[in-house]
């Protein structure tokens, strides 16, 4: 992170020293359509909505025993990191607007600290997620001044998860062992900044940007049944995106 930020900065810097030339970036925010590729280092957690209850203990429905002795003190979700890489497809509206397609692959875990008044029985579930993101927004820049411009844009995205632990099937396991459930597909919308640097073969785009799926993702199916899902009302995937883009 420290890395990124202090090489967006020495970039920025020495695009102000820089004396300007029209052509620079390779004449891209001239073409019609052009295509790039992406970088991303991705903090991601749940928001987690409770139910009125959450702390339990929570009964099984079948035995009418509780799933686990014990009551919650704490539910949690810290930030974990992730990466990704893609490609981009923009379409030019006009000189200060543009459609973007930048789908890639993500790689991303996301936990949820379970603690008990008991601190034996406090334990953290973890999902591990690869995505295919398939991110479509419009970008808003400012005029050009020399080799920068400014930029904000909005969107949504469709994210597919084809591989991850939540998926197993657990039924035979005990409640102890059981895992934390999410959806497969989800939608998510999308905002963020960042700003174009112009060198004299390519542009160089970091960019900040913010993403939260718009329904809760928590499988509903069996979340009675599980006691990891049980506290929960409603489970909702965010991140934040350190982003380069070479176009």
Request: with cysteine; glycine share 6%.
């Amino acid at each position: 992170m420290k890395k990124f930020i202090l090489f967006c900065l020495l970039s920025f810097f020495s695009f102000n020293s820089s004396i300007a030339q029209s052509n620079w970036g390779g004449g891209v925010d001239d073409e019609q359509l052009h295509f790039g590729f992406k970088f991303q280092y991705i903090s991601s957690e749940y928001k987690i909505q409770k139910v009125e209850n959450w702390k339990g203990p929570f009964i099984d429905p079948f035995n009418g025993l509780p799933m686990i002795n014990g009551q919650l003190r704490s539910l949690s979700s810290p930030v974990t990191p992730g990466f990704g890489l893609g490609f981009v497809s923009d379409y030019r509206l006009s000189n200060n607007a543009n459609v973007r397609f930048t789908p890639g692959m993500v790689f991303a875990d996301v936990t949820v600290n379970y603690e008990f008044e008991d601190p034996n029985l406090s334990v953290q579930r973890t999902i591990q997620g690869t995505l295919i993101d398939l991110p479509l927004g419009i970008k808003l820049k400012s005029d050009r001044r020399k080799n920068f411009r400014a930029y904000v844009l909005g969107g949504a995205k469709y994210s597919i998860d084809i591989v991850s632990k939540k998926k197993t099937d657990d039924i035979a396991l005990s409640p102890e062992a059981k895992y934390l459930k999410s959806l497969k597909n989800t939608v998510w919308y999308e905002a963020g900044v960042g700003f174009d640097l112009y060198f004299e073969f390519f542009k160089l785009s970091p960019e900040i940007k913010f993403s939260q799926t718009r329904k809760s993702v928590l499988k509903d199916s069996d979340r009675l049944e599980n006691p990891f899902t049980a506290p929960i009302n409603k489970l909702f995937y965010r991140n934040i995106q350190f982003s380069l883009f070479f176009e």
